[in-house]
């Protein structure tokens, strides 16, 4: 299985900031990265696809890079809905794997 | 607007089969393409995926969980469904059925169902 390791578990910041999610892969996969916002209480999200693609809907203050075996989600102006824990899901293979998570709390 | 509903019992005892059920609205389960998916989360933990069904009935589990899983699919009532047995307190989870597309993108979510082994 293809391992994903996030950083960091934990994010403390206040609206306005920039923040950074990086995502490892324990081997290559190109671009086949997706990623995901879960709030509490709800299913996740889909917000980004084949590293930087956008999801119809998703504000462009998300963003996603990378390639091979690290990614970053990029949120360019945290916003009080963007309080959220963030997953990172590798699309090139079955069994799908998913990130630890990254909650990003309010400082 | 593709929906999907799990349901099932929320209390499964040690050792017993937890069975749940996913109905889809908006769409047809055989209309291809798609490969519907059981997805858990322990709680406050991250994400497993469990394994999915085709609408012809391919299926591909997780390793970790195949000895004990069933998946198998209703195309006749729009539904899909999850059956692990020998379960035990680690199987206690939210568990969410869903919709991957070719490109394993998980594009549509249940609501999620919390199920606890507990005797």
């Known amino acids: 299985d293809i391992q994903l390791t996030q950083s960091p578990s934990f994010l403390s910041a206040s609206v306005g900031d920039r923040v950074s999610i990086t995502c490892r892969a324990s081997?290559?996969?190109?671009?086949?990265l997706a990623w995901y916002q879960q709030k509490p209480g709800k299913a996740p999200k889909f917000l980004i696809y084949t590293v930087s693609t956008l999801e119809s809907g998703v504000p462009s203050r998300f963003s996603g890079s990378g390639a091979g075996t690290e990614f970053t989600l990029t949120i360019s102006s945290l916003q009080p809905e963007d309080f959220a824990t963030y997953y990172c899901q590798q699309l090139i293979t079955y069994p799908l794997t998913f990130g630890g998570g990254t909650k990003v709390e309010i400082k | 607007q593709v929906q999907l509903q799990e349901s099932g019992p929320g209390l499964v005892k040690p050792s017993q089969t937890l069975s749940l059920t996913c109905t889809v609205s908006?769409?047809?389960?055989?209309?291809?393409?798609?490969?519907w998916s059981w997805i858990r989360q322990h709680p406050g933990k991250g994400l497993e995926w469990i394994g999915y069904?085709?609408?012809?009935?391919?299926?591909y589990s997780n390793p970790s969980l195949q000895s004990r899983l069933t998946i198998s699919i209703d195309t006749s009532k729009n539904q899909f469904s999850l059956k692990l047995s020998s379960v035990t307190a680690a199987d206690t989870a939210v568990y969410y059925c869903?919709?991957?597309?070719?490109?394993?993108?998980?594009?549509?979510w249940g609501q999620g169902t919390l199920v606890t082994v507990s005797s």
């Open positions: 081997q290559g996969i190109s671009s086949h």
């Open positions: 908006g769409g047809s389960i055989s209309s291809g393409g798609y490969y």
């Open positions: 869903a919709r991957a597309t070719p490109r394993r993108i998980i594009d549509y």
């Open positions: 069904i085709y609408y012809r009935g391919n299926t």
